[in-house]
């Protein structure tokens, strides 16, 4: 099942973009975006993404260095692309409630070290426990949301750090279920 797409507002050097990103499941990063309803594809090569800077990333099949600084939220407040810097702010829902989670927020989710509810719902199923090794894609969670069940998967192969979520809890958007060991 394909989760629905992440809507995000980005603001860059004062100009606002409606983005919407696009995953497949078993994704670690997404392979499509939407900007004012054009679907661009994009590659953010995930075997290099999480480890080198700088950063590579293409757009259209055109690539781009991209550096990031990050405010105390964990939110990218400064972006240089192909060394050109902007200023720039990322809104989406349940910024604000992931931004105040204490010891696992933005960083980690985006690092591949946590997995986050990508809506609001209801686990139905823990399949994992603390200590457990995982495969990249292993099924970790099944959340129950709009009535559909929704398997939330190990962004990468390592080792369960903390399970925050319990069979027949409800939970928020972006609340983080399951951190990996870093």
Same mark, same amino acid.
């Given at each position: ?25 078993? =994704?670690? #990063? ?12 994009? $590659? ?20 781009? =260095?991209?550096?990031? $600084?990050?405010?105390? $939220? ?25 931004? &105040?989670? &204490? ?28 200590? +457990?090794?995982? =495969?990249?894609?292993?099924? #970790? ?30 939970? $928020?958007?972006? +609340? ?7």
């Amino acid at each position: 099942m394909v989760p629905p797409p992440m809507k995000i507002t980005v603001t860059i050097n004062k100009v606002n973009y409606d983005v919407e990103v696009h995953a497949q499941p078993h =994704e670690i #990063c997404p392979s499509e975006i939407t900007i004012g309803g054009q679907r661009v594809p994009i $590659d953010l090569q995930p075997e290099r993404w999480l480890r080198e800077f700088p950063r590579s990333l293409k757009i259209r099949e055109t690539p781009h =260095e991209i550096l990031f $600084d990050y405010g105390d $939220d964990g939110f990218p407040n400064q972006v240089w692309i192909d060394g050109k810097p902007s200023h720039v702010e990322v809104e989406f829902q349940g910024k604000g409630n992931l931004a &105040k989670k &204490k010891g696992v927020g933005l960083t980690q989710i985006a690092a591949g070290n946590a997995i986050a509810a990508p809506m609001p719902g209801k686990i139905i199923a823990v399949k994992v426990k603390e200590g +457990q090794e995982v =495969e990249q894609g292993q099924l #970790c969670v099944v959340l129950e949301a709009m009535k559909m069940e929704n398997e939330l998967a190990a962004p990468r192969a390592g080792k369960i750090k903390k399970v925050l979520a319990e069979q027949g809890a409800n939970v $928020d958007l972006d +609340q983080v279920l399951v951190t990996l060991e870093e």
